[in-house]
């Protein structure tokens, strides 16, 4: 990051001490912060590249949860288009980031560059209260908080060409082989991630599972829609935007290589058919 801007190293807001109330059955977690499965049955149960945790959620995680998600939050639930412009009050570029576990390095990035906004979509509903009272505690307006299913976010909810960038850091590697389906880097993905990133932005992934970087790299490399940011191919250098995480910091100490990969949305030429094909269309009825 630039030593230009003040943002916060790490910064944790006062929690306090955990929930004792015991709820009744069928009474919500949170009644006014994000419900439980917000895409319900609308949708096909697919599998899955994502594994929900259940943690402990503190008294100023629940606090901000309830104060907070009815201003910056969004649920998943596939059933209308979101108007970014109207969800951050501004038509400023949006970046989708999907997983970001606490969400320091997300409140980092948001205060290192406020003409971004930063579309945050997790299910972990501790890391979902953290990251809203750090927006809070540092006045960073930049950020909304979406939970559920990133996949129906971007099929059901992003309109075509809507994202300036998206970023994946060190999501689940799937180590087990009979696992490796539930990868998020795949192609099917990254066709459907293609459609909603508008030419020219960036995909931004990382990770310290070395055999997961090869195959992003393989699949990012063999996709049609992108081409690596870095002129021989291979891995990128760590951006100085991206944040080194505690996370980060307790796998390089294993001694884990942590690799980043930066891929370009590519905007194919109009063949000459199409373009004949589209003037025809335009044309008036005559007679």
């Known amino acids: 990051m630039s030593d230009s801007h003040h943002t916060p190293e790490a910064p944790t807001p006062s929690m306090g001490a955990s929930l004792r109330h015991v709820r009744a059955k069928g009474e919500p977690r949170f009644p006014d912060g994000p419900k439980a499965d917000p895409a319900g049955s609308h949708f096909e149960r697919r599998i899955r590249s994502f594994q929900p945790r259940r943690s402990r959620v503190t008294a100023g ?28 009050g501004n038509a400023r570029p949006v970046v989708l980031e999907i997983g ?90 990254l066709a459907l991630a293609a459609t909603r990133l508008a030419p020219g932005a960036v995909v931004h992934c990382a990770t310290d599972w070395e055999p997961y970087a090869e195959q992003m790299l393989e699949v ?7 081409e690596n940011t870095v002129q021989d191919g291979g891995f990128a250098p760590r951006p100085a935007h991206r944040p080194r995480t505690r996370f980060e910091g307790q796998g390089l100490d294993k001694g884990h290589v942590v690799n980043d990969l930066l891929f370009r949305r590519v905007q194919h030429p109009v063949s000459h058919r199409d373009q004949h094909r589209d003037q025809h269309k335009e044309q008036p009825p005559t007679g």
Do not use: C
């Open 61 to 88: 995680q629940a606090d901000a949860l309830q104060r907070l998600w009815p201003l910056w939050g969004l649920d998943i639930d596939g059933q209308r288009v979101i108007d970014l412009a109207e969800l951050f």
């Open 100 to 189: 970001f576990g606490m969400g320091e390095a997300t409140a980092r990035m948001a205060a290192a560059d406020p003409d971004t906004n930063i579309l945050a979509a997790d299910v972990h509903t501790p890391g979902q209260g953290n990251l809203l009272g750090l927006a809070e505690q540092y006045d960073l307006s930049n950020i909304r908080v979406a939970n559920g299913d990133a996949i129906i976010l971007l099929r059901e909810m992003l309109a075509p060409d809507s994202l300036a960038g998206l970023r994946v850091y060190f999501p689940d590697p799937w180590p087990k082989k009979r696992h490796h389906k539930r990868r998020l880097i795949q192609p099917e993905f």
């Open 220 to 226: 990012l490399t063999a996709h049609p829609d992108f």
